[in-house]
């Protein structure tokens, strides 16, 4: 028999006539072919016309034409509602237009929220689809940056990127304009700086930061040890990464135009099969080694706890100081969180009985 086809985590943006999106697991993210059948990873244009649309309340809603949001709009958390928009230097007409673009786009966000709770493992438990932010009259949601899936043996070649801005369209912020730069969530030592970081992103959708510094960014939750440093991250609608560093280690950059870097990728779990999305520990990925990834995401799902210990990873993951396990995760309101334990102690989930006095 054939394996089914990979499971996509998103709908296919829409298309010009004759096109179509397949999925490819492998590489997380979709690949269109032509009418000729000519396959390509840059994503081709919505269709030419969108034709006016009408549907009354609770009915289902086709597809909305993709948007990203201008740069220089704020950027909110996963699951955060935008404020409402406010009239402005707007005309009386163009608020409204946007205002019926908003109800579209929200009523069929509703609508992929429950068919994902009722067919998805993952998003069980009144968990919420990730979103991320939108600008009125326009839908940005999950598209815009989705969770990687999968593995798939007959994927396509890898993407190549020519040149700037080649490899994404401007309808996904590319295309002359810079990528979103996504922080999902970010770690130093057993504290979480998500919203230090995401202060810290440039207009360029750039993430810089000196290492011989982060105290200094961060403040000191380890005096006198070598502390260690990652965040979990994506640009537009690219897969998600994650990149460990630590202290005293020169120049620590996020930049719109860098490739996949397939390690950092490694990090990230499927999350049809585990609510963990990544386990860090010191600079490395601590689901390899030891037992392996399997025994170890089912270790945690079930029980809720490990030992941060060399012996349990199975390996060292910074030769040296003392490290830290960070576990990075999915949490009941659809966003993303850690769970931290330092070497030689106990690192428990929420889903841990023990947990609530660790």
């Not at 205002?99 to 998805?120: C, P, Q, T």
């Not at 005096?223 to 897969?239: A, H, T, V």
């Amino acid at each position: 028999m054939e394996a089914p086809p990979p499971v996509a985590p998103i709908p296919a943006p829409p298309l010009p006539e004759g096109w179509k999106a397949e999925w490819s697991a492998q590489y997380n993210t979709w690949f269109y072919l032509n009418p000729a059948g000519v396959s390509q990873w840059e994503y081709p244009g919505p269709p030419q016309q969108q034709q006016p649309i009408y549907a009354p309340p609770n009915a289902a809603l086709p597809t909305p034409p993709l948007q990203s949001p201008p740069l220089e709009q704020p950027q909110y958390s996963i699951g955060q509602e935008m404020p409402p928009p406010t009239d402005g230097d707007r005309g009386l007409g163009k608020g409204l237009l946007m205002g019926a673009g908003g109800l579209l786009a929200g009523a069929f966000v509703a609508h992929k929220i429950e068919e994902h709770k009722h067919h998805n493992h993952f998003w069980s438990g009144g968990s919420k689809l990730p979103l991320a932010s939108a600008g009125a009259g326009g839908l940005l949601g999950a598209m815009g940056s989705h969770l990687p899936f999968g593995n798939n043996s007959a994927a396509p070649p890898p993407p190549q990127h020519h040149g700037f801005g080649s490899y994404m369209p401007a309808a996904f912020g590319g295309g002359g304009g810079e990528p979103r730069l996504n922080i999902h969530c970010a770690a130093y030592c057993d504290q979480d700086v998500t919203n230090a970081v995401r202060s810290m992103v440039k207009p360029g959708q750039v993430f810089e930061v000196d290492t011989d510094k982060l105290v200094d960014a961060f403040g000191d939750p380890w005096p006198d040890n070598r502390k260690q440093f990652s965040i979990l991250y994506s640009y537009g609608e690219r897969p998600w990464e994650l990149a460990a560093s630590s202290e005293r280690n020169g120049l620590f950059q996020l930049l719109p135009h860098q490739p996949l870097d397939r390690k950092r990728m490694e990090f990230v779990q499927d999350p049809n099969q585990s609510r963990v999305i990544a386990l860090v520990w010191g600079m490395e990925n601590g689901l390899e080694g030891g037992k392996g990834k399997l025994e170890k995401l089912k270790q945690i799902e079930t029980s809720g706890e490990f030992d941060a210990t060399n012996a349990w990873m199975g390996f060292d993951g910074m030769c040296g100081p003392a490290k830290t396990a960070v576990v990075y995760y999915r949490a009941h309101n659809g966003g993303v969180t850690i769970a931290c334990a330092r070497e030689n102690g106990t690192c428990r989930l929420p889903w841990n009985p023990l947990a609530r006095w660790t």
